[in-house]
């Protein structure tokens, strides 16, 4: 059997090394509206820490292209590197929406890497000021009020995690607070 590199790895180099030690306030970002609140309070934050802000979006390979008999490495490589771009173009497009009204808005430097969101959130959480999450994002269990993301962040970051709800998720709270109310208690 040929030895082909495992298209599913994650990325050994996950960029300059020494620029992500520094000082920083590391966001995560989806594109979701959690995100989206995440970004804000990360970049307000930042500004007035003084520190840059690092926008930081995990992509992966769909589920077929785990299998190596029916993709090659080159196209592997390829797809790898659309899905970089097609996710740091979604996240710069959020940047600047965000930033777009703020008038001292820090340095935002945007970084995809090859990953689940946890692992990629946690490792860039090492040397950072602050890890920002969205309360919920694109996961599977919307209904969740802490995603699975946040909450392996939150036990596994090196450094504070601050965890912002979004006013969707917040009205998503008060209707499933309201829908509780209605149900009738159980009889005995």
């Not at 710069?92 to 946890?118: F, N, Q």
Request: charged share 25%; net charge negative.
């Amino acid at each position: 059997m040929k030895d082909e590199p495992d298209v599913m790895q994650p990325e050994e180099r996950w960029g300059d090394e020494e620029a992500m030690r520094g000082p920083r306030v590391v966001v995560g970002v989806d594109g979701s509206a959690g995100s989206q609140a995440a970004l804000r309070f990360a970049v307000e934050d930042a500004a007035r820490r003084g520190v840059p802000v690092e926008a930081m979006v995990a992509y992966r390979p769909p589920d077929y292209w785990t299998d190596l008999n029916v993709v090659g490495a080159a196209d592997a490589d390829r797809l790898r590197a659309r899905l970089r771009s097609e996710a740091e173009g979604r996240a710069r497009a959020l940047v600047d929406e965000v930033t777009a009204g703020m008038p001292e808005a820090p340095e935002v430097t945007i970084r995809a890497a090859h990953g689940s969101a946890a692992d990629v959130l946690v490792r860039q959480s090492h040397g950072a000021d602050l890890l920002v999450l969205g309360s919920r994002g694109h996961g599977a269990f919307s209904s969740a009020l802490l995603g699975s993301t946040s909450l392996q962040c939150i036990l596994h970051a090196t450094c504070p995690v601050t965890v912002v709800h979004s006013p969707e998720a917040h009205h998503h709270r008060l209707r499933l607070r309201r829908e509780r109310r209605r149900e009738p208690l159980p009889s005995h």
